[in-house]
């Protein structure tokens, strides 16, 4: 059966500070990969998503990007964050149906 | 272009009885259409999908949905509220295996009275 991982689980980060955030999925191939963000109060948007190795597409202009270096690998990353970069990041992998992991909740300071 | 529209941002019920989650649905073409749950920190769990087969969906927890094709609606539905059922519900709607992003509800956020 298909897993997806997502690590860290919680992150405390300083204003300015870099980020990296990690998504790998099992039992899968070739899988979409998909990140969103979960602000207070907000639904989910769409950052990144990804139809295979070094293909990436942004949905919003922002402080952050993303990288596929592996077929079920998927990094969101940012050389320093800010502020309203805080929320909850999930990443989702997709064939005909999408399925979520469990998330990161990212606090920045 | 797709989207989706939750009618409701919060339903209160009381433990044991009916839940309605409505959801109607605006797409170019014949869509998949999904209910996910999320509980709090956690990330979002498929309830149910549609994908054309037949109209009445039944899901997982003992929800299920109806697509109704002429009133562009795919309302979630469970007879019986649980304590656990408290949590918030996306509808989802998506138009095909060549339509790379979904399209997601602003969500409804379900509190279970005891």
């Known amino acids: 059966s298909q897993t997806i991982h997502q690590w860290p689980a919680t992150l405390v980060q300083p204003v300015g500070s870099p980020l990296s955030l990690e998504c790998t999925v099992e039992g899968t191939s070739n899988p979409n990969l998909y990140w969103y963000r979960q602000a207070a109060g907000r639904g989910l948007q769409l950052l990144f998503y990804?139809?295979?190795?070094?293909?990436i597409s942004s949905e919003v202009p922002q402080n952050l990007s993303a990288s596929r270096p592996q077929d079920r690998q998927f990094i969101l990353s940012s050389k320093k964050l800010l502020l309203s970069d805080s929320g909850f990041y999930l990443c989702a992998w997709r064939t005909t149906t999408q399925y979520f992991g469990p998330g990161t909740r990212l606090t920045v300071l | 272009a797709q989207s989706v529209t939750q009618l409701d941002s919060h339903v209160s019920v009381s433990e044991g009885t009916p839940v309605l989650l409505r959801c109607n649905y605006s797409s170019s073409y014949s869509p998949s259409l999904f209910w996910y749950v999320q509980h709090p920190n956690k990330g979002l769990q498929l309830l149910l999908k549609?994908?054309?087969?037949?109209?009445l969906v039944k899901g997982i927890n003992g929800f299920e949905a109806e697509f109704k094709k002429s009133e562009t609606s795919f309302h979630l539905t469970k007879p019986s509220a649980h304590m656990s059922d408290a949590a918030e519900y996306f509808c989802v709607v998506s138009t095909g295996s060549n339509d790379y992003k979904l399209s997601f509800g602003a969500g409804t956020t379900v509190t279970v009275r005891a």
């Open positions: 549609y994908t054309s087969a037949a109209t």
């Open positions: 990804s139809v295979g190795i070094g293909q």
